[in-house]
């Protein structure tokens, strides 16, 4: 049985072979109709020569032989017939169509250019631009792929006008905050906090807890969403008319309203963190409109396993149980990937080092195509992470992205974590108050130091909904637990390493990145 690769190099050799033919049997006819040529405007003889017959003849005859058109052919056609060269058939259709000559050259150049690519494929293997390799055990890359270039010029534009902006929308009419996730981290309980206007008093949150709406975007293709985004499409007006309602405020009415009452908006979604063009697509608004970021975060373990039942019996994705998902290539497929890309990053300097975790992670993230039948069929493109259990709890590439495409991350972005706001909950929602209120103009009434001040007794609510409490108190098998932290030691010191570089993004400040977990 021949391989695949032993096939296409016959098959290149047979086109090579008719290529050869098809030159030769050119030469052939080319040499015939040579001399057919010859024959038909020289007589097959040299020219002299042929003058010197004619002069002998006409001195024998003593006249002048004038001769008609048509009698040098009869002439011709003896001498052809005397230099015994018969015509090929192409050379025939030569004399009769010269139009094929162009014809035949174009041809045999097109062979020609084919057969050259097709030499240049079999010695210089082509980069095209996705490139899997099929034993992704021994592979720790993943190439780029198309969208990842559209992505890095749509950055390289808005990077370009970013200097002295002013936000293109009213300060009040622009939401303040969004939440980026992650999944299972207490986003929920954390919304419903941030629309309790006893604890954030100018916080208004989106209809719906999540607002999802450049989620949404990814539904068609991403080229597309591209296009819709730069057409200004999800700009914040348009999102705001779509996902804040205000009941007391009159139709027509609500710019207003939310001016009046100086209402700070924002929302939740956690795929958002899976969307490597959203700080890129949000680039001009974080300093001018002062946009801010929050990402919860969670025990990558704790979440993944609430994640999975989250799945399991809320979505009814999976039919197996847990092991033989985390067995189930779909997921250890691209775990493996992001993996190898931080084990292999360790011998890289600090800068090569991150840039080349963003680009596998931004690789993985709009990799549709590997495994990620899930995400498309729910009608997600380009955004395939959203169902991966493993690789949504390895937070640092995602961290490190946000943290490098937002502008003066300092004041615009921060990372709690789900223990760190259940371990004290009230000090938890003070650092965010204090947080979200940096910004407060000196004419505004609210008492900026009270919102930084101590809150005592906030327990945060546990909603009734199902989703929001999956395990339902089922615990993590130990010895699972222990294999999938040794799987995800390198991520989780990456992400301490890094957050020992960068204290601010952890909210308060005052903890330190190996608090992060303790409750
Ligand atoms: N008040 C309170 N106390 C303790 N635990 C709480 C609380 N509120 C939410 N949770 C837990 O947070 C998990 C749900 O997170 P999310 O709201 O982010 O889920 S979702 O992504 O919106 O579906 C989910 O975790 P699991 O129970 O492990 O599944 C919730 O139980």
Known sequence: MKNRNEKTCSAYLYILKIFGNFCTWLKESHEASSSLERSLFKGGKPLAKMKTEIKRKT???GTTHHRKP????NNVDEDYEMSNEKPSLLAKLYRSYPM???ILTFLSLGLGIVSLLTIQQIFFPSSSPVERTKDWKGSTTLAAEPIVKIVETAAATTTKNRKNLTCKYSKYNHPSLIVIGEMKCATSTLYYALNDHDLFPEMYGSKGYEAQWYTWTMKENLNQSLKRIRSNEFAWPNFRKERWSFDEASPGEEDVYIRQRRLKLFEKSPP???LPHLPIYLSEEFVPCNLKVLLMIRHPIRRLWSQFWHQSEVKNLFSQNFQNVLRHSQYTHRFHKLHGALVTSSSMSKDQREQYIMDQWQALMYDDKVCCQLGTNWGYYGFCCQFDILVRSCYYPAILWWDRHIDQPQNHFRVLSYEAFFRDPALAIQRLRCWLHDDIDSDVANDKEGLCK???????????KKHMGATDGREIPQDTFQILTQMFEPCETLLMQYLHEHPYLIL????????????
């Open 59 to 61: 001195r024998l005859d």
């Open 70 to 73: 048509g009698l040098e052919q």
């Open 100 to 102: 094929r000559r162009c």
């Open 272 to 274: 958002y963190v899976l």
């Open 454 to 464: 101590s809150l005592v007794g906030y327990v945060p609510v546990k909603t009734s």
């Open 508 to 519: 308060g400040q005052q903890d330190t990145p190996e608090q992060l977990w303790s409750k």
